[in-house]
């Protein structure tokens, strides 16, 4: 497997590629809000800690979703009238899904990402 950047510079190209914002609520990242490292498919549910799993979430939003499944999650934010980044989000679990097809195992993370993407309505 190729080797993973840490987690701080995975957050830094996270940023780059997705934009500054979080991609749950669409809070721009500021001293007040600062971006944290949130798992697409959870790590409780097999999710890997690679880049292709992670997007960038403010605190806030990357503790109150807890273990919540991503699809789940987004239709929380849309309910409370949030600007979730549906569209990154898609993009991710995509990319997931190519990463694992060229990495092999991750056969619980792959499940996942297959239900997630069946259930995803937008
Ligand atoms: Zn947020």
Not at 104 to 113: E, P
Request: charged share 30%.
């Amino acid at each position: 497997m190729r080797r993973q950047p840490d987690r701080v510079n995975r957050l830094t190209a996270i940023l780059t590629r997705d934009g500054s914002r979080c991609v749950w609520c669409g809070r721009s990242f500021t001293g007040l809000v600062p971006p944290t490292t949130d798992h697409v498919v959870p790590r409780v549910k097999g999710g890997p800690s690679w880049i292709e799993n992670e997007v960038a979430a403010c605190s806030r939003c990357n503790g109150q979703r807890g273990h919540t499944s991503p699809v789940d999650w987004l239709e929380e934010c849309e309910r409370r009238g949030w600007s979730p980044n549906a569209e990154a989000l898609l993009r991710q679990l995509d990319r997931l899904r190519a990463a694992i097809d060229e990495r092999g195992g991750q056969r619980r993370a792959a499940r996942y990402v297959e239900s997630q993407r069946r259930r995803w309505i937008h």
